[in-house]
């Protein structure tokens, strides 16, 4: 099993950033790939960014691609989630997930891929 618990969502005004964090715990981090996906009302979860278990292997949706930024450090077993230039349509809960790989450099690309989920962080923007 692995615990993922997010922190950093809040109230921002547009144009403005915030810092998502995911601090994981349970069975070793290193083995996961790990992603961001959000959810607005009224519409499916979108995964935002994935990385690889060793750094070398990022996606960005195109929606973020630019303004968002996917960190890991595998030392604290923490997934960030740097965004910058916010919009009102960021407003959503956003989420981070875990899918075991056993392949260094994998990601995942649908939601199904992933095993472990956060309980999420309410992320609004105002115009």
């Known amino acids: 099993q692995v615990q993922l618990v997010e922190s950093g969502g809040g109230l921002v005004q547009a144009g403005g950033s915030l810092r998502l964090s995911c601090a994981a715990s349970?069975?070793?981090?290193?083995?996961?790939?790990m992603a961001w996906f959000r959810q607005a009302p009224g519409k499916e979860r979108e995964l935002l960014a994935s990385?690889?278990?060793?750094?070398?292997?990022?996606y960005y949706a195109d929606s973020v691609k630019g303004r968002f930024t996917i960190s890991r450090d595998n030392a604290k077993n923490t997934v960030y989630l740097r965004m910058n230039s916010l919009k009102p349509e960021d407003t959503a809960v956003y989420y981070c997930a875990a899918g075991y790989t056993p392949y260094p450099a994998g990601i995942y690309y649908g939601a199904n891929e992933y095993d472990y989920w956060g309980q999420g962080t309410q992320v609004t923007v105002s115009s």
């Open positions: 349970g069975r070793t981090f290193s083995y996961y790939a």
């Open positions: 990385i690889s278990w060793n750094i070398f292997s990022t």
